[in-house]
Every structure is written in C-alpha cells, then in structure tokens.
C-alpha cells in the first residue's frame, strides 16, 4: 500500500469535511478497497473511515412502508434486520463470508459498483432511492457502468430506500473462484410492475431487463419468460463464462427467481 | 479393540497443540534483530530483452540499503536442476541457465528483474516502483505445440529449439507396441488435458537470510520440504558456501504439497545478501507473488490409445504428451513426466506392451514441479479415462472390464520398468463397492432425476509409486543425488529419546507417528519420544518429504538406527544381569533374560549407558546414540480403487459432488486416524483439480489466474464427507515396517473418478459427450452440453 | 505516526502505526501474536480471522487505525490460562481438524463465530459458514465434523476416522 492519513470521524459533518481534503477518499467497510489499495491500485493521500459514523448505520422502516437502511450498515446487520424485505435480508445474508459481511456496507458497495456485487441487483430492481449527504438519487440514475456511480466526489450514502415488494428473489450463481455472482438476478413484484436487475453479467454493469419485466409484469410464472432470448453480446466473456453462457445464466436465474418469489 | 499406542493406534498429535493456540513457529514468524526487507522488482511481461535497469532514482528512495540486479549475482552460479534426462537418441536434455535475478532477458511473468533491500518492507516496494526499465517485449511462447515449431520464438537463445528433451519409453518396446495396434480388435483413443494447478499452501513462502561476521557462518529460514537439498544445491551451485558454513532451517511449515520442495531463486538471493549487506535479510511472498513464483503443477497435454483383443484384454498401449516445463528447469522438473509418470502407465493392469512419448517443452511461462502426486497422477488420469472410454464403446461394465484386466500375481514386472511387490486390486475394489454402496446408486440416480438432477457414477483405480527412491536406480534415471533417508537416534540417560530425522513435517505428523513407532519397539511411553526435524545444524544429511517417502524412507531409517540401540542396549543389560546377550528380550520397556525371573528397565540399561561404573568398557563404548541412513530396495505401491457420485444441474452446467468414496492399501498402518486425514486432504486436491482449479494464461502469457478471485480454491461446501478405508493391507516386503505411504493417493485417485461420474451422468441424460477437460467448471460442461 | 489503543485478548495495548497499517500486522508485530496468519491478499483465505468487538474479521481487511477503542480476541486467548484447550480446539485436536496448522487459527476462531450465532449448526450451515476459510490440507472433512462435534451433536456416524 501507499502510505496515507486515516481519519476516523464519528459525526457524517467531520466525515463530510474530511473529505474536502485533497485526494481524500471514503472507507466503507473496506472489503473492497483494501484489496485493491494492498495491489497499490489506488492511491488516496486520505482515507475518512465510515466506520465510526453511528448515524448512517441502522434500518428503519419509513412513513410510505420503504425499508430505509443506512450507508454504514453491514451486510451482516443488514441479514439480520431486515425482516421486512426477506429477499433482501436473504442477499445481504450471502454476500462474500460471515467474516466479510462483518465489516463490508451497503453504502461501500453500492459506491464501489463492482459489475459482480449483489446489491445493485437489489437497489436497481427495487427502485430504491440512493440518499445522500446531499441529494436523493433514483436507482435507475445511480449506476453508470462498471466501478462507476452518479456519486460526485465527496459524496456520501447515508441511506438507501427500498420500496417492499410484494414479493422478490434474489438467485445469484456465483463465480467458482471469488464467489462474486457470475450471474445474480434479483426479480421484484410491486403492484405497478415486476422489475428485474441482473448483475454479474454484463459489461455495462448491473442493467434491468426490460422484456422480462414485460413478459412477468403480465403473467408473474417462469414460463412467461418462455420464448425470451437475451444476447450474450456486451456480456462479459472471461475464464469462468463466455458472454452467451452467462446471457443464459441470466434466463435461468431470472426463472429461478420467479418460482421462489412465488 | 482399537490400540491406545504404538503402531495401529490413532493416537492424537502431539503437534496440534501449538497449532491450535498460536504457538506454531512458522518462517514468517521469525524476526532477527537489525531486520532488513526484500522486494523483488518482477517482469510484468512474459519475454523480452532487458536493454537496460536503471536503479539510480530508487536507491535514493528513504530506507533504501542496496539494488541488487542480475549484474550483481554473474559471478554466483545459477538455481541448479537436479535431474537430467536423456532423450531417446541417447542425448542429454536441453538445459538453460537459470540466473538468480534475470540477465539478458526476461522469461515469464514474475521472473525477477530486480531485488530492493530496505529498512522495511513498504520501502522495499515503493523503491522498486522507482526502478526504470527498459525492456524490449519479445513474442512471447505459451502454448507446447507452437512452441515446438519452426521459427517459434526461443525462450533461451542459447538453445537450439523449445525442447527440452523427446523422451521413449521404453524405446525398445516401440515397434511392439505398433504391431500390438496393429492386430487389435479395438482401439480407444483419447485425447485429453491435464490442467496446470498452483500447489497454493496456505502460508505462503518465506525466506530470511542471515550471517553471521564473527564465525563466517550463513544461516537460511526457510519455508521448506527438506532443509538439506536447499543446503546442497544452495551452498553448491549457486552461492560457493560449504556445507559446514551454511545451516539451513524450516520450521514449522504450512503445507507444501511439492511446491516447497524445490530450491528457489529468492533463498539464495536472501542468503547472499544477507552477507552483502551484514544485516538479516527476510522476504516474505504475497498470495499474489505466489501465483507467479512458486513452481505450478501438471499441464500435460496427451493423446493416449488403449488397445484389446477380441474377448477385451489390454494388449497395448501408446501415449504421446507434451509436458510444460515453463521458463526454467525447476528442480525436479524433467523427472516429473518421465521417471514419475512413464513408470507408471501400466497402472493395476497386465498390459503386454506400452510405450510412453514424452516432449518436454520450454514455454514463457512459471517453471512446471512436481505437484502432490507429480507424474503418477497424470498417468492415472489418461489410463483411467481411456479405460471408461473403451468400456462405453465396447458397452460393457467399466468395473467389470477393469477386474478382467487386473494384475493378480505378485511380484509383477511391468512393461514400463517397475516391479509391484505386493497388491490385491480385486480386494479394494470389493471393499469399495461396499463402502460406497454401489447396489444403492440405481436408486439414488431416479431420486436425482426426480428431482431435474443427472446423477452419474464414476469409478476407478489407481496406483502409484512411493517411497521414493532407491538411489542406485534412480542414479541410473538422471538423478544427481540419492534418496536414502536418515536417522539419529539419541537415548538420554534418564531413558528419553530424541529422534533426529531427515524427513521434514508440514502437516503430516511425523512427531505423533513416528514416536509411535520407537514406542512400539522399545514398549515405552510415546511421550518419551521427541521427533527433531527441518535444521540441518541438528539432524544428519536427509533427502526431506516428498513423494509419500517419509515413513517407507524415513521411518524405516528411524527403524535401523533404533534396531542398532535395542541391540546395543541388549548387550549392557545381559552385562547388568550377568547373563547371555541372546538370552535378552525386551518387552514393554524391560529387558528379560529368558527363561528367569531376571529383569532389568530400560532406564537402567540407558543410565549404564552413560553412567559406565558397572559396564562391559572393554567391549563396548560408552552411550546410547546411533544413526542409520536407509535407501530402499524397491519403490513402494500403494493402489486402491476410488468412486464418486456427482450431480450435474443440465440448466447451469455445474456439477455437485453428493458421495466420494476410496478403499486404498496401505501396506501396514501405523495412525489410522493421520492416514484418513492425509486421504481426505488429497480428495479435496483432486476434486480441486477436477472441478475448479485452472491456472491459465493468455496468448500473451499474461497470467489470467493471478490470484484467488480467479483461481478457484475448493471450500467447505464444494465436498462432502468423504467415505475411505485403509483396511485391505498387502504389506510392503522391502522395508522393515511394510509400509507404503499415504500422502498422495487421494490426488492420484480421485480427479479420473470425478471426470468419469460426470461424463456418465451426461450420457445417462442423452448427451454423447466422450470427455471434458478439467476442469469441470459449469461454463465447460454446459458448452459441451451445447453440443 | 499516530498511536492506536485498544484491547487485545483481554489485556490494553497501544503502538505507533501508520494510517496504512492493518489489523493483522499491529498484532503480529507490535503485540507479537503471530498465532494470527497472513494467507492471501484478496481477503478470501480466513487465515488472519480475529473477533472484533465479538465478531469474526479478516484482520487482513481492516485498518488497525479502525480497531481504536475495540475488544480484539485473537486465537491466543482461546485455551484457559493453565492450557486447557476451548472445546473447539479440543474438537479440533480429537477430530484431527488440522493437519499443517497454518489455517487453523482462522478456522477455530471463525467456528468459535458460528457456534455463538448457532449453537447447533447443520454439516451445510457449517461449509457454508466456512466460505471464508480456506484449508488445503484437511479436505475440510475433520473441520466440518470438529465443528459438529463441538457444538455438542453426535458424529459417530459421519464416515471414517
């Protein structure tokens, strides 16, 4: 690693200010960027830990019934909370290792928008709404592609708003070797519509897929799906899948999903 | 009723308990005072031509104390192969130099440009960053076949082609073999892969370097298999130190699996600098540093044809490999796919006439060791899948067809060079279908397929040699040492003792196991018993662990030299009791006179030993210590038979392992319990291998598996419970505790079984799929579904 | 440098770090612990596992600037002071859960983990739970059934030794 200051704030306004600093960058819980800082693949001057930050941690339910769970909560707490939203409760509860879960966050996840995270697939087909420090972003103008966000610099989730569905699952098949989702796909059933988020696969990041939704919106079965064909083109094709093999991952997941959602 | 002691017995280890609390001592865990850090500046580029390094801005860097490239290390000697082959013209293998730190050019991805020494280790690296090269890339060669063609680029200039050696064996066999084809009423022919693996030891590799001014003395720490090869080829051929200058110590060592066997570039580097520089020196390897310097495993690319006869016996067979050597000779490299494996291909069965095709290939790629199991897990994966093949073509029974084939008389001179002493192929195989409850699968197969699952069965045998290996055939083979093993044994006064062994524990458990042996033979206490290994200041010139070789090898050395003792100490006690020396039997740690009530302790007899007041002085010296070196007749053969039932998901293409289950022969079994335990760990390998594990590179030899992310590890909940015995047991005849190793047999068993139940529950769900390359990933095995 | 403090297995500690220093190096070697391995650099092989405020942390993973003010438990503390064994490690040892050694400090203090979470957890919650662990020695066989076996459940029936 580069070397670097650490700051440990315990209030959002001095984890705010600590990130005016120049080349200062957020913490999360850390499962990602410390692997990549080992492998000097960045090299902040500044990291603000989140860490410490108790009031962006926690789950609460809103007045409108949304499931509101702050930035800094772990996936750990998340597994264990949020009884309301099972589906999402279920996905935090297999993200990475119980070791990981302790430490990584929602909101370091969400920020970090690896292409093979579980949460966007959450955040993305929930129609949740990304809170932070300074404004409320819609799920569908949130993720732009790989590793990249509508987070401005400095930005931080504090929370992150899930509407409930009335019913959803998430099916991830996960890479063999670093148990990330090779396909995840996270199905939602609200009364206007059935939303589906695929992550994993493409090369674009987590995308919805809009001919599903159509097809499950108007009949909410496996076999709706019957018929629908995805292009492995713009899938991400390496070692463990080619494009077409995780374009048809995505059909049998997203099946998969629908049957347990029931 | 299970023994408590001694031989047979599951004792506990003794080991664990520091293991369990945090008080191994592991390389990494040694610290020397005035410490300094190694970083090694490695080639991101897989072969190009060094024009120059240019150390100036990073010697500037804070804490930098010395840039060492490979200018520094041409007076030194290069990291030493210690096997030749001879090719089938009779002519000595291609053998390039192999630098310490690259000169001239760079050959694979990791190949060590440079190495920075500095106060810490996150100076080291930030200095290295500062290092500018100037390197021109050259096309670089990953693939054996393209590496074998006329204006393919070279890896070593000098060289006159890629290949390291075209091996035949048996030359003499070849015509045979041709004409055994040539009248066969059917031909099997497959052609298949057998995936380059990372051996992946959890702790990583670790060296520190230390010398010391006031005696002239170099020490070296260590990750290692066996101290004293390091010592030899170290001191020997690359730095000039002799043997009496240069102590080499591994302690506690977390796994090896053959990737710590080999002398590597980093333990001279830190030996030599820590000389240079009068400071320790300690470089420890990062996961990732790992993946591009350890020595990789297998990658052997065959075709192999198996031959029968109308009524299908096995009348012949013919291989042809191209075994990946990568950049440089590790050092046991070139015996891997010959001696290892050639040896090896006639398996359990009396095949007539086999012939063996070797090409040894030099590629831009990580140098190819051996790896658990190393060259007889390649040869029973080719043999026992052909052997499926044959029988799904033929459509008969594959077990039936493998017992019809079956040797069953002993002593059995192969075809290909070895003789098995001893074995019962049809005894395993009977215990096998019945601790894997084969009646039970037609069963489990329609509760799978109820369930949208294909169920397949896939079953097989192995054998392997062992207890490696007696030195004047191996000398013969193209070893440059021998493969005896030692032993001191030291009675103290009180009656202790204290084993000094040449075999070298990392996992194994020789410190339980091996004092149950001296327990058993002096009926002492096994708590009476230290096992001294991994310092070659303490132990005598011992060849190390590897090759299931430590108590066929090693404990029958450990045996001699405590038959010495017991005889010795024979004599004192008929002096003690004024009897005759073969009157004297010792029982339960007393000495008799036979036929009396007469008796004398085994404390007694060590105290006379060196309290010498009442002593036979005039015959016999004084003390209880005797050594013994042991080099074995014969190698040993341990087989068995192996059964795995898979799950394949037809929606995704992965396969889930539902039952595993291996009926081996031992030989004798001295701790049940550690036996079962090394069987279990070589299962989970060899399902690794099967399923998950690939170490890959692109045409570019870039490594594409740089580290766990995307090089698949098995875990917990990729296996199962595993069924295994050791009951059938066809002693070993040629060395004293008839024993054959353990240490392999699930890496060697287990890949062919895994493969075969996949294919066999493909073709029960309609697919005709011949094979799949290992390994198995759910990608692989829906694209051949794909048709 | 700043200075972090904490406490380690039961005792107050305090060290000079760097912001760049984890977990796992301020307790190998500030504290000395070197019970506490280094196996990957990817966060994935379990060998650094520790309990961080009574939860099981790849200590690889985490700053030590982050532990401020925490209750650390590192596998030195598990056997009683006189040397008799946790239940676990005692499992371990019966079981023969470890064969090298190396990624048994992890693996004891990730089981340590799932027995307080479930006391009486299932062979698949047990792998499962051990994603994060990786053995090459074991085949995990002897690890899964120490497990079982310490947490009170019968495996006698769970195939050979």
């Known amino acids: 690693m580069y070397a670097f200051e650490i700051d440990r704030p315990t209030t959002l306004a001095d984890a705010i200010k600590a990130l005016g600093a120049e080349d200062a960058q957020a913490l999360g819980g850390g499962q990602t960027l410390i692997p990549s800082l080992k492998q000097r693949l960045a090299s902040p001057a500044r990291l603000v830990c989140l860490s410490g930050v108790a009031e962006i941690k926690g789950i609460r339910t809103a007045d409108d019934g949304a499931l509101c769970i702050g930035g800094g909560t772990t996936h750990a707490d998340v597994a264990a909370g949020a009884g309301a939203y099972p589906a999402l409760a279920a996905l935090a509860a297999n993200i990475g290792d119980p070791a990981v879960r302790n430490r990584g966050t929602i909101g370091g996840s969400l920020a970090n928008n690896d292409p093979s995270a579980c949460y966007p697939a959450a955040v993305l087909a929930s129609g949740a709404t990304v809170v932070t420090n300074t404004r409320q972003i819609a799920a569908d103008d949130f993720f732009d592609g790989m590793f990249a966000t509508a987070l401005e610099e400095g930005e931080i989730i504090t929370e992150v708003r899930f509407p409930v569905p009335e019913a959803a699952s998430y099916q991830k098949f996960e890479q063999p070797a670093s148990r990330f989702a090779l396909v995840g796909v996270f199905v939602a059933k609200y009364a206007t519509g059935v939303r589906v988020a695929v992550t994993g696969a493409s090369e674009g990041g987590v995308f919805r897929w809009s001919e599903a939704e159509a097809a499950l919106t108007s009949s909410f079965t496996p076999e709706a799906l019957d018929g629908l064909v995805l292009s492995g083109d713009g899938m991400i094709a390496d070692l463990h899948g080619s494009g077409a093999y995780r374009a048809h991952l995505v059909d049998v997941m997203t099946r998969r999903a629908v049957a347990a959602a029931g | ?787 | 440098m700043p200075e972090v403090t904490m406490t380690v297995n039961g005792k107050h500690v305090k060290g000079q770090i760097e912001g760049r220093t984890l977990l796992v190096d301020f307790i190998r070697e500030n504290l000395g612990l070197t019970g506490t391995h280094v196996g990957c650099d990817t966060s994935q092989c379990g060998a650094c596992v520790v309990h961080v405020d009574g939860k099981a942390v790849k200590a690889c993973t985490m700053f030590a600037a982050e532990a401020e003010g925490a209750e650390v438990r590192t596998i030195e503390s598990m056997a009683e002071p006189d040397g008799t064994l946790h239940p676990i490690q005692a499992a371990f040892r019966e079981h023969h859960g470890l064969q090298c050694g190396f990624c048994t400090p992890g693996m004891v203090m990730s089981a340590a983990a799932l027995l307080a979470e479930n006391p009486t957890p299932t062979e698949a919650e047990i792998r499962d739970y051990l994603e994060g662990n990786i053995c090459r020695c074991t085949g995990y066989h002897n690890i899964v059934k120490a497990i079982l076996a310490a947490s009170g459940q019968d495996v006698s029936r769970i195939a050979a030794e």
């Not at chain 2, 195989?429 to 799978?448: H, N, P, Q, V, Y």
């Open chain 2, 1 to 787: 009723m299970p023994k408590d002691g001694g031989i047979g017995a599951s004792t506990r280890r003794r080991e664990d308990v520091r293991f369990l609390t945090g008080n191994g001592h592991y390389t990494d865990d040694i610290n020397l005072r005035g410490q300094a850090y190694v970083h090694f500046l490695r080639s991101d580029v897989a072969h190009g031509r060094l024009r120059s390094v240019d150390t100036s801005a990073a010697e500037a860097m804070p804490g930098v104390l010395r840039i060492f490239t490979g200018k520094d290390f041409e007076a030194v000697g290069g990291v030493p192969c210690g096997w030749q082959v001879t090719d089938r013209f009779g002519q000595p293998m291609q053998e390039p130099k192999h630098p310490v730190l690259a000169h001239g050019k760079v050959r694979h991805v990791g190949d060590p440009i440079a190495a920075v020494v500095a106060e810490t280790r996150e100076q080291a690296r930030d200095a290295a960053e500062a290092i500018e090269l100037d390197i021109e890339e050259l096309p670089a060669v990953v693939d054996m076949k393209a590496a074998l063609k006329d204006g393919a680029p070279k890896v070593h200039d000098e060289l006159t082609s890629n290949l390291c050696y075209d091996w035949g064996f048996v030359e003499e066999n070849k015509s045979a073999v041709d004409e055994a084809f040539a009248k066969a009423a059917h031909v099997t022919t497959l052609e298949l892969v057998n995936n380059r693996l990372i051996a992946n030891p959890m702790e990583p590799r670790v060296a520190v370097g230390d010398y010391n001014r006031s005696t002239g003395d170099s020490t070296l720490y260590t990750t290692s298999q066996n101290p004293h090869v390091i010592r030899l080829l170290m001191g020997a051929f690359v730095l000039g130190i002799p043997e009496h200058k240069l102590r080499v110590v591994a302690p506690d060592v977390g796994g090896g699996f053959g990737s710590k066997i080999f002398h590597y570039a980093e333990e001279a580097f830190c030996t030599f600098a820590a000389k240079a520089l009068n400071r320790p020196v300690k470089w420890t390897s990062s996961r990732s540093e790992a993946f591009m310097s350890d020595a990789h495993g297998r990658d052997h690319v065959t075709k192999i044809e198996l031959a029968l006869d109308k009524d299908n016996n096995f009348t012949a067979i013919r291989t042809e490999t191209y075994a990946n050597m990568g950049a440089y000779l590790s050092t046991f490299a070139p015996s891997v796919p010959t001696w290892l494996h050639g040896t090896l291909m006639a398996g359990n069965y009396k095949t007539p006439h086999i012939y063996v095709n070797v090409k040894a290939v030099f590629t831009n790629t990580v140098p190819v060791d051996a790896y658990r199991g190393a060259g007889r897990p390649e040869a029973t994966y080719q043999l026992e899948r052909v052997i499926d093949k044959a029988a799904h073509e033929l459509g008969v029974d594959p077990i039936a067809l493998r017992r019809q084939n079956f040797i069953t008389e002993f002593p059995y001179a192969t075809p290909v060079a070895v003789e098995y002493d001893t074995g019962d192929y049809h005894a395993t195989m009977d215990k096998l279908e019945e601790i894997a409850d084969l009646k039970g699968f037609a069963a489990r197969r329609k509760e799978s397929e109820a369930r949208g699952r294909l169920r397949g069965l896939g079953i097989n045998c192995y054998i392997e040699a062992c207890g490696i290996a007696p030195s004047n055939l191996v000398g013969q083979l193209g070893a440059r040492a021998g493969l005896y093993e030692s032993a001191t044994v030291r009675v103290n006064a009180t009656g202790g003792l204290v084993v000094m062994t040449g075999s070298h524990s990392h996992g194994q458990g020789h410190e339980t196991s091996f004092a149950q042996v001296i327990s058993e033979m002096i009926g002492i206490d096994a708590d009476m018993v230290e096992i001294v290994h991994g310092d070659t200041a303490n132990t005598p010139m011992g060849m190390g662990t590897y090759g299931s070789r430590s108590l066929a090898v090693g404990g029958s050395a450990m045996v001699r030299a405590t038959e010495k003792i017991i005889n010795k100490a024979k004599k004192i006690a008929a002096h003690l009791m004024e009897a005759a020396e073969g009157d004297i039997e010792l029982k339960d740690g007393r000495f008799s006179v036979a036929g009396t009530d007469k008796s004398v302790a085994w404390g007694d007899v060590t105290l006379a030993a060196y309290v010498p007041h009442n002593y036979p002085l005039a015959d016999l010296e004084p003390g209880l210590e005797e050594t013994a070196f042991y080099d074995p007749a014969n190698f040993t053969y341990p087989a068995g038979a192996y059964a795995c039932e898979v799950e394949v998901d037809p929606d995704t293409g992965r396969v889930t392992i539902e039952r595993f289950a291996a009926a081996d022969d031992f030989g004798n079994v001295v701790n049940p319990m550690i036996v079962s335990g090394q069987v279990h760990g070589g299962i989970g390998q060899g399902i690794g291998q099967a399923l998950l594990e690939a170490c890959a590179y692109d045409e570019n030899g870039q490594l594409l598996t740089g580290s766990y992310m995307d090089y698949a590890m098995p875990r917990a909940a990729d296996v199962p419970f595993y069924r295994v015995d050791h009951s059938c047991q066809t002693p070993c005849t040629h060395n004293p505790l008839g024993v054959k190793g353990c240490g392999e047999a699930g890496a060697i068993g287990s890949p062919p079984a895994v493969v075969n139940a996949v294919i066999d529950a493909l073709q029960s769900g309609g697919h005709d799929i011949a094979h799949i390359d290992m390994p198995l990933s759910p990608s692989r095995v829906w694209q051949a579904m794909q048709g």
